[in-house]
């Protein structure tokens, strides 16, 4: 059995593939065309967000069991064609589901005490005491949108708040549990202070949190995004900060973001982008928060685990 890397990786999951008798040829600088070529010799192939994989290039994985995708989203991928061809698509959300919740609260801890914006005063010589005022998370109500791994996490580290927790998930029944109330969508717009959103990027998710999404919020909410880009239409959550709906937002990811967001660059981005890079009550980071020194290896351990399981099934 051979397994083709296309993406840099933790050593750990070569180690454990090979500890398990598993070739791996290690070639993350490969060029799409040399990809193409030596794809037929593989049973497996391990990569984060390097290429898009549809029917073209899986058609060319003749001999492909397996499709390594090491981190949570499966979206560059055609999962419904591999599925057709015997290939079993393999994510890791176990791997760092954990960062992602820690992640999610530093940002909301962040937006609410104005920690960001203090920093850069004090900085700069400024000692701004009322104007940074913050607002505690206790007694708030706190929706979340996708109670799966990242959202299970998140309300997890809630726990010691003294929050009210609300929880929707549409594919899912029965899923309240002590760290949060199952909830409707409804529920969530009449009693929500903050949303965190935690979706895959599906055909059914895209654009999701839009003018008409925000408007439905009795309230007006703080809003953090660890999901994708592509779950927010960032023109109108800039309309909603101007107009004070969203009091706040937390930003992992960006709209903006290519299918590998390292290739991202400011200049290309539009005015909203502009917007949130200069507004006080908006925290942004560059799509990190899966990204722990921790993550990294769990990553690596789930990812070879579940190959593994695969090709010797």
């Not at 599906?202 to 999404?213: I, K, N, Q, S």
Request: charged content about 20%.
């Amino acid at each position: 059995m051979k397994v083709l890397f296309i993406d840099s990786t933790h050593p750990l999951l070569v180690a454990n593939l090979e500890a398990a008798g598993i070739q791996c040829d290690y070639q993350p600088k490969i060029t799409y065309d040399e990809f193409i070529s030596i794809l037929p010799q593989y049973e497996a192939l391990v990569l984060r967000s390097k290429f898009k994989l549809g029917q073209f290039e899986l058609q060319h994985g003749t001999k492909l069991k397996a499709i390594g995708r090491v981190g949570a989203g499966l979206e560059n991928i055609d999962t419904d064609f591999a599925t057709q061809q015997g290939i079993n698509c393999i994510n890791v959300p176990e791997g760092n589901r954990d960062a992602v919740g820690e992640q999610a609260l530093g940002m909301l801890l962040m937006l609410l005490n104005n920690l960001y914006r203090a920093h850069t005063e004090v900085c700069n010589g400024v000692w701004e005491r009322e104007g940074n005022r913050g607002v505690e998370i206790k007694g708030k109500c706190i929706g979340i949108i996708g109670y799966g791994n990242m959202g299970q996490a998140f309300a997890q580290r809630l726990a010691g708040f003294e929050a009210k927790v609300l929880a929707y998930d549409k594919y899912k029944v029965a899923y309240g549990n002590p760290f949060a109330q199952e909830a409707t969508l409804d529920d969530i717009f009449e009693q929500a202070d903050i949303l965190s959103i935690h979706l895959p990027l599906t055909p059914e998710t895209l654009y999701m949190v839009d003018a008409d999404f925000i408007q439905k919020f009795k309230k007006n909410i703080y809003f953090i995004n660890t999901s994708r880009g592509k779950n927010l239409k960032t023109a109108d959550l800039v309309s909603a900060l101007k107009s004070g709906k969203v009091l706040g937002a937390a930003l992992d990811v960006l709209e903006y973001e290519s299918i590998s967001f390292e290739n991202l660059h400011k200049a290309q981005l539009p005015p909203d982008f502009e917007y949130l890079t200069q507004s006080t009550n908006v925290v942004l980071s560059p799509h990190i928060a899966g990204w722990t020194h921790e993550s990294n290896t769990k990553l690596a351990y789930y990812t070879a685990l579940k190959i593994i399981r695969t090709l010797q099934a």
